[in-house]
C-alpha cells in the first residue's frame, strides 16, 4: 500500500514515518529523511506491507506533490494540536490530495503532538467534526510517546483491505 505523508511544515510528518517505521523518536536533531519507509503489519490475518511516502523534503518544493501522490492507496493529512494554524491549512491539503491522487484514496487525519497537553488549541472535537465533515478516519497522535501511532496506520489499513 502506498500511503503519503502531507501537512504543513514541523507538525510531525517525519517524526510519525519514523515512530511506525523504525519505533524510534530523534530527540535532539531534525531527522534525516529517506524519502520512503516501510512496514509490514499484520492486517486480518494478511502481511501487508506499507511504503510510507514522506512529503517532508518537499516542502520547499510543492510541484512536487504530485509525484508523491501519484497512485497514492491512502494519505495521513497531519496537523499540530498546538498549531492552529496547521489545522486550519488541512482544508488545503485535502485540495491538493484529491487533486494530486488518482481515484479516491483512504484520507486519514492526524492530530499530532497530543503529549505537548499544556500547549493543545485544538480540540478533539474540532478534528472530529472537520474529519466526519470531510468524510475521513480521524486520530490523535504523538509521535513523541507513540501514542495511537501504530493503529492510525492500522485504521488506514483496515479501511484499504475492506475497501478492495
Ligand atoms: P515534519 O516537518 O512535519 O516532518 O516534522 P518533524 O517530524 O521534523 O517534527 C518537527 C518537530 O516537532 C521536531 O522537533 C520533532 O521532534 C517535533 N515533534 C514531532 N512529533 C512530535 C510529538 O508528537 N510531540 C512532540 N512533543 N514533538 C514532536
Not at 523518536?25 to 509490514?40: A, N, Q
Not at 490475518?45 to 509525484?67: C, E, H, M, N, Y
Not at 485540495?95 to 483512504?106: K, L, T
Amino acid at each position: 500500500m502506498k500511503l503519503t505523508m502531507v501537512g504543513d511544515s514541523s507538525v510531525g510528518k517525519t517524526s510519525i514515518a519514523l515512530q511506525f517505521t523504525q519505533d524510534f523518536f530523534p530527540h535532539d536533531h531534525k531527522p534525516t529523511i529517506t524519502d520512503i519507509e516501510t512496514r509490514v503489519l499484520n492486517i486480518e490475518g494478511q502481511d501487508v506491507l506499507f511504503q510510507i511516502w514522506d512529503t517532508a523534503g518537499q516542502d520547499k518544493f510543492r510541484s512536487l506533490l504530485p509525484l508523491y501522490l501519484r497512485g497514492v492507496d491512502g494519505a495521513l493529512l497531519v496537523y499540530d494540536v498546538t498549531n492552529q494554524e496547521s489545522f486550519k491549512n488541512i482544508l488545503t491539503w485535502i485540495s491538493e490530495v484529491r487533486r494530486g491522487a488518482s481515484g479516491n484514496p483512504v484520507m486519514a487525519l492526524v492530530g499530532n503532538k497530543t503529549d505537548l497537553k499544556d500547549y493543545r488549541c485544538v480540540t478533539t472535537q474540532d478534528g472530529e467534526n472537520l474529519a466526519l465533515e470531510q468524510g475521513m478516519i480521524f486520530i490523535e497522535t504523538s509521535a513523541k510517546t507513540g501514542h495511537n501511532v501504530h493503529q492510525a496506520f492500522f485504521e488506514v489499513g483496515m479501511t484499504l483491505c475492506y475497501t478492495y
